[in-house]
């Protein structure tokens, strides 16, 4: 995976926060060192509690072989081919040691791991002694991964590769510097003198990486990285955790730290934003997306920090930071464009992610818009917010300003609480089933909304992307399923699983804590009988995604948990009949003059297209590579918001005296107000208001 530790971050999508106890775990032998004891204590609990768990033989054991070496060298410039040589012994045997057999393939492993690279932190400062010269053919090329080497003098080159191409990069940049600026110290630079300030930039990139294979990373990361690449094969979600730091304990019992609201994580020697926390700064710039890579990191206005190498907690501790201060972001979007913005730290609370109304005027007509960042709940707190509770307010709210239609924005809504999903369903429905979960033996459970109330029974939309996922599919897919409103947007995430945590020294004595995990124990399916696994739901009326080309979703993880189907429930659709969903299609499409969205599906395939597959050494072709990913990531981008305002504002009543809650509040108003996607939501409505209209003047 990485030549620096490979620490998986994750954006768990939980339905059910509750304590998960397995029959209390006993061997008939001691237990050897931490390593063993901790990789056969989780062999057990998957056994006993994954939904689906594979069995522990020669084929699991074969690709847990290739997937530890792969997270440790994933560009194969580390290891030699005789290493992977010597390795081979071990490629079927490693059933055997999550069967209880002694730990012996991780420590030889990490022993030649720590032998190559200290072979490299010794060789890499020749790498940089000489210019690199960037010709305009473009017949060179970096390729990263391709082979193994097969002798040190072909690793060696495979690395120069690297290193020129990301000195190319940086004078690429430092170029284009020159050539904007207006001050003659700077375009007086000489193209030898940009060369060589890129290469010193990525000589010390290079130099804190080989410190971070070296110095940084123990051996319980080490480890943690060897018992992620098994679990993560019985699926993406179940993952192992070391035993929890002191730095997150204190911030547990403090409650409090400042920084942006953002999860980072590792790939390929580069930080990586992993997911990003809704209502926090970065989630509230609409800039930091899941997929980023951090390339630099500055404090206020002094110099940014190259942060190549940099292990996450290096990371973190630059990102963080006092209350109120600022911090500058270099991203590396996932469309190669470069975004670089400022961030002002806060403590992050849970208030950002409430749920929030606006009002949409458009012709002549009142659309009103409820923003869920999340399916949010106070578990055991009865005095706590939920966000089904916290939605009936913002219905009886809009209500009263006597909107014409209602959207549930659920874009970017991971999930959360499955019972404040039920809930909120029920607002909707008079009553019936919601969602099915089952676990791997017996019969699915069944979640009802048992309540005959509705709060709201006008015009529904709800709008969906590629990162809605778990609760917020279920929610569209019942409101799908009862044809209570349309959904509009991309197609889903597909997550239709569900985790629990568990502690895997519960039931045990002695003197190791050996970590938990979290375990996929069950799946969810539709009252339609249909699982949203890999599949996600399928929006009604389409508007692309601008990540939907990128390996995103779940059914992108080649160890996902395959689709399938269990019996459909009794139900009673809504008695009133959505629009025909064909003629809404095609007012779309007459929306559409331009044949934009046409351009922006061809656009979002190409950019998707660049991030694999060798890159060229050539500056020109670079250079001409990075212009064309611009314009056309300009373009899409542009095709999601428009020029100029549009009527909306919010109706926060009771909050005014607040002036964080108005700030907070003021931001989402002024993102609707160039929302390219809520505009065609909101003409969606207008037509479909204008069919019942029609309807209704018919019947009488």
Not at 426 to 434: R, S
Request: proline letters at 4%; aromatic letters at 10%.
């Amino acid at each position: 995976m990485t030549k620096t530790i490979w620490k998986k971050t994750v954006s768990v999508f939980i339905c059910f926060s509750v304590l998960f106890t397995l029959p209390a775990l006993r061997y008939s032998d001691a237990p050897g060192d931490k390593y063993d004891q901790t990789l056969h204590t989780l062999a057990k609990v998957i056994q006993q509690g994954h939904f689906s768990p594979r069995p522990f033989n020669d084929e699991l054991s074969s690709e847990v072989f290739l997937e530890f070496i792969k997270r440790m060298d994933s560009e194969k410039n580390i290891f030699l081919q005789s290493d992977i040589a010597a390795f081979e012994k071990y490629k079927d045997l490693l059933d055997d040691e999550l069967n209880g057999q002694t730990v012996q393939f991780f420590y030889e492993v990490l022993a030649r791991y720590k032998e190559r690279v200290a072979e490299l932190s010794r060789e890499f400062p020749s790498w940089f002694e000489k210019p690199f010269v960037f010709a305009a053919s473009p017949d060179e090329w970096y390729d990263p991964g391709k082979s193994y080497p097969s002798t040190m003098a072909e690793r060696s080159r495979a690395w120069t590769d690297k290193i020129k191409y990301q000195v190319l990069e940086k004078y690429v940049d430092l170029k284009e510097v020159r050539e904007q600026a207006d001050a003659d110290s700077i375009k007086s630079r000489t193209d030898i003198t940009l060369e060589q300030e890129a290469r010193n930039l990525a000589l010390q990139a290079t130099k804190k990486r080989m410190e971070q294979y070296v110095h940084q990373n123990t051996d319980d990361e080490f480890f943690s990285l060897y018992l992620n690449s098994i679990v993560n094969l019985m699926d993406p979600h179940t993952d192992y955790f070391l035993p929890v730091e002191k730095r997150t304990w204190d911030e547990n019992i403090s409650g409090k730290f400042y920084g942006i609201g953002a999860q980072i994580g590792e790939e390929n020697g580069y930080l990586k934003i992993a997911a990003v926390t809704a209502g926090g700064p970065a989630w509230r710039s609409g800039e930091v997306e899941a997929g980023d890579f951090i390339l630099k990191v500055g404090q206020g206005d002094e110099k940014p920090v190259d942060v190549a190498g940099f292990s996450t907690t290096d990371g973190v501790k630059l990102i963080r930071g006092a209350d109120k201060s600022v911090v500058s972001l270099t991203l590396k979007k996932m469309d190669g464009t470069i975004r670089v913005l400022k961030l002002v730290r806060e403590e992050l609370k849970l208030e950002e992610t409430f749920a929030r109304s606006n009002v949409l005027h458009i012709q002549n007509k009142k659309i009103g818009i409820i923003n869920l960042p999340k399916f949010y709940t106070s578990f055991g707190d009865e005095k706590g917010r939920s966000c089904s509770e916290d939605v009936a307010k913002e219905l009886e709210r809009l209500k009263n300003n006597q909107v014409d239609g209602i959207i549930i924005d659920l874009r970017g809504n991971g999930g959360g609480s499955l019972q404040e999903v039920v809930n909120m369903v029920g607002l909707f429905i008079p009553q019936g089933p919601v969602v099915q979960v089952k676990s791997r033996s017996g019969r699915p459970g069944i979640y009802m909304d048992r309540d005959n109330k509705v709060i709201y029974d006008g015009p529904l939309s709800v709008m969906v992307n590629e990162f809605s996922a778990s609760a917020s599919e279920i929610f569209a897919a019942a409101i799908q399923d009862y044809n209570r409103g349309i959904i509009i947007g991309s197609g889903t995430y597909g997550k239709g699983t569900v985790q629990r945590p568990f502690n895997l020294n519960a039931g045990q004595s002695g003197p190791f804590d050996l970590g938990s995990v979290h375990i996929t124990m069950q799946k969810y399916y539709r009252i339609n009988g249909e699982s949203v696994q890999l599949k996600g739901v399928e929006p009604d009326i389409r508007l692309r995604g601008y990540y939907e080309n990128y390996k995103v979703k779940e059914k992108d993880q080649p160890s996902a948990l395959p689709w399938n189907q269990t019996s459909r429930l009794e139900y009673a659709p809504w008695a009133e009949s959505i629009p025909e969903i064909p003629a809404l299609r095609d007012y779309l499409q007459k929306l559409d003059s331009t044949g934009g969205q046409k351009l922006f599906e061809e656009n979002a395939g190409w950019l998707a297209s660049q991030n694999e597959g060798p890159r060229s050494l050539s500056e020109n072709r670079f250079r001409e590579q990075r212009k064309i990913i611009r314009e056309k990531s300009a373009f899409n981008r542009d095709q999601m918001r428009l020029n100029t305002d549009q009527d909306v504002y919010g109706i926060f009543d009771g909050e005014s005296a607040d002036q964080p809650r108005i700030d907070r509040n003021n931001r989402l108003t002024n993102y609707y107000k160039r929302d390219r996607y809520l505009r065609l939501s909101g003409e969606l409505m207008v037509k479909w208001l204008e069919t019942r209209s029609i309807a209704a003047n018919r019947t009488h």
